[in-house]
């Protein structure tokens, strides 16, 4: 029976070491891809492999994108950014990685974020209203996750955050 189960956890700790090297390997191919994004874009496509993320958008239709964290992470500040008037969708994918995005504290956002991580709303809880400009965070987290806030943590409105 204890040959059996060393057996088992062997080759679960054997399928997880495989794991680990192929994120790795796609993380740093990724790495390679990587190219300089506008602060006045109305979609992004940010990413962070093996190393920080510093994005301060000064978008004038804000619409969304993509935000990819891969083994690394930063901070992503949307505070100098106007939302679309239909509000905008920010797809964030996170494997050992994450950040802090950083937002105006009028915008209403919604989470749809599965796996094992998350995202955090950090913000004062106001009544935003249904005419808010909303921002979606649709995505998956795994080993990772967002914090969301209105200003850095140090009460300073025009430092971004470190990351996390």
């Not at 992004?44 to 920080?52: E, I, K, Q, R, T």
């Not at 969304?64 to 679309?84: N, S």
């Not at 009544?127 to 921002?135: E, K, S």
Request: no cysteine; glycine share 14%.
């Amino acid at each position: 029976m204890i040959g059996k189960l060393t057996r088992i956890l062997a080759a679960i700790l054997f399928g997880w070491f495989l794991f680990m090297l192929s994120a790795m390997a796609l993380a740093a191919i990724k790495r390679r891809d990587v190219v300089a994004q506008e602060p006045d874009a109305d979609e992004v496509d940010l990413v962070a492999s093996f190393g920080p993320l510093d994005f301060k958008s000064t978008a004038s239709a804000f619409r969304g994108g993509r935000v990819e964290t891969w083994f690394g992470g930063g901070v992503v500040d949307l505070r100098q950014a106007t939302l679309d008037p239909m509000g905008a969708t920010l797809e964030v994918n996170a494997l050992f990685g994450g950040g802090n995005l950083v937002v105006p504290e009028d915008w209403n956002v919604e989470t749809h974020i599965s796996g094992i991580g998350g995202v955090g709303d950090g913000r004062t809880k106001l009544d935003r209203g249904p005419d808010a400009p909303t921002l979606r965070l649709e995505g998956t987290a795994i080993f990772g996750g967002w914090g969301i806030t209105s200003s850095p943590e140090d009460g300073h409105p025009d430092e971004v955050l470190s990351p996390v």
